[in-house]
C-alpha cells in the first residue's frame, strides 16, 4: 500500500499557501509610490523645501510646486515704510520678466518699525490699488534672526545675512540657492539689480 500523499486531499492547503505567496494587490504599487515620493522630495531642496501660507487665503503655498527652476526675488515688505514705493519697482520687474521664469515673492512684516500693523485684507487691498501688485504675497512674517519663521532663517543663514530693515531682497537662482542679498537701500529699479536678476534668467 503506498502512503504517498494525495494532493487531492488538500486543495484548501494548497490554495492557502498560494495565496500567501503571491504578491498582494497594492502592495507594488504602494512601494513604488513611496520611493516616487521619496524622490520628488530629494528634489525639493533648498528654498523648495517650504510651504508659506498665502496672505489672504491663509492657505499653504508649496514652493516645491509653485515655484521650482523659477529665478526668485523675496523681499520683507511693509506699507508705511519710506522704502514701500519699492513696490512699484518690484512690480515693474515681475510684468517685464515673468515670461523669462521671473518671480517676485512679497513678505510683509511688521517687525522693523512697526511699519505693517494692517490686517492682511488692508495690506493687499493698498498693494493692489496704491501700486498695482500682482506678484504673489504671504502671511506676515518674522524676519529678524531671533525667532525668524523658517523660511526666513534658511534665508539668513544661507546667505550670511538677516533683514536689517524692511525691503531686503534675496536673489534665488533656478536651483533654489540664494545667490545674493541687496539692502533696503538698493532700488529694484536700479542697473546693478536689473544686471542680476537678467544675469539668471
Same mark, same amino acid.
Given at each position: 500500500?503506498?502512503?504517498?500523499?494525495?494532493?487531492?486531499?488538500?486543495?484548501?492547503? &494548497?490554495? /492557502? $499557501?498560494?495565496?500567501?505567496?503571491? +504578491?498582494? +494587490?497594492?502592495? $507594488?504599487?504602494?512601494?513604488?509610490?513611496?520611493?516616487?515620493?521619496?524622490?520628488?522630495?530629494?528634489?525639493?531642496?533648498?528654498?523648495?523645501?517650504?510651504?508659506?501660507?498665502?496672505? &489672504?487665503?491663509?492657505?499653504?503655498?508649496?514652493?516645491?510646486?509653485?515655484?521650482?527652476?523659477?529665478?526668485?526675488?523675496?523681499?520683507?515688505? $511693509?506699507?508705511?515704510?519710506?522704502?514701500?514705493? @519699492?513696490? !512699484?519697482?518690484?512690480?515693474? /520687474?515681475?510684468? !517685464?520678466?515673468?515670461? @523669462?521664469? *521671473?518671480?517676485? *515673492?512679497?513678505? +510683509?512684516?511688521?517687525?522693523?518699525?512697526?511699519? !505693517?500693523?494692517?490686517?492682511?485684507?488692508? &495690506?493687499?487691498?493698498?498693494?493692489?490699488?496704491?501700486?498695482?501688485?500682482?506678484?504673489?504675497?504671504? $502671511?506676515?512674517?518674522?524676519?529678524?534672526?531671533?525667532?525668524?519663521?523658517?523660511?526666513?532663517?534658511? /534665508?539668513?543663514?544661507?546667505?550670511?545675512?538677516?533683514?536689517?530693515?524692511?525691503?531686503?531682497?534675496?536673489?534665488?537662482?533656478?536651483?533654489? !540657492?540664494?545667490?545674493?542679498?541687496?539692502?533696503?537701500?538698493?532700488?529694484?529699479?536700479?542697473?546693478?539689480?536689473?544686471?542680476?536678476?537678467?544675469?539668471? /534668467?
Amino acid at each position: 500500500m503506498s502512503h504517498s500523499p494525495s494532493f487531492s486531499k488538500w486543495p484548501g492547503i &494548497i490554495t /492557502l $499557501a498560494c495565496l500567501f505567496l503571491a +504578491p498582494m +494587490p497594492g502592495v $507594488a504599487d504602494m512601494n513604488n509610490n513611496q520611493q516616487i515620493t521619496k524622490g520628488n522630495e530629494a528634489t525639493c531642496n533648498n528654498i523648495y523645501q517650504f510651504s508659506v501660507p498665502d496672505l &489672504i487665503t491663509n492657505q499653504p503655498v508649496n514652493f516645491c510646486d509653485a515655484f521650482k527652476g523659477k529665478v526668485l526675488i523675496i523681499v520683507n515688505t $511693509a506699507s508705511k515704510c519710506a522704502f514701500t514705493g @519699492q513696490y !512699484e519697482g518690484l512690480e515693474a /520687474l515681475y510684468k !517685464e520678466y515673468a515670461d @523669462q521664469g *521671473l518671480v517676485v *515673492l512679497g513678505f +510683509p512684516s511688521n517687525q522693523f518699525g512697526g511699519q !505693517e500693523p494692517g490686517r492682511p485684507e488692508e &495690506i493687499h487691498n493698498f498693494c493692489r490699488v496704491t501700486y498695482g501688485v500682482q506678484f504673489p504675497m504671504f $502671511a506676515k512674517s518674522q524676519v529678524r534672526k531671533e525667532g525668524a519663521d523658517p523660511i526666513w532663517k534658511f /534665508l539668513g543663514e544661507s546667505s550670511g545675512t538677516y533683514p536689517k530693515w524692511n525691503f531686503y531682497k534675496y536673489l534665488i537662482n533656478r536651483q533654489g !540657492e540664494v545667490v545674493d542679498v541687496y539692502s533696503s537701500f538698493t532700488s529694484p529699479d536700479s542697473m546693478r539689480f536689473k544686471r542680476a536678476v537678467k544675469a539668471l /534668467l
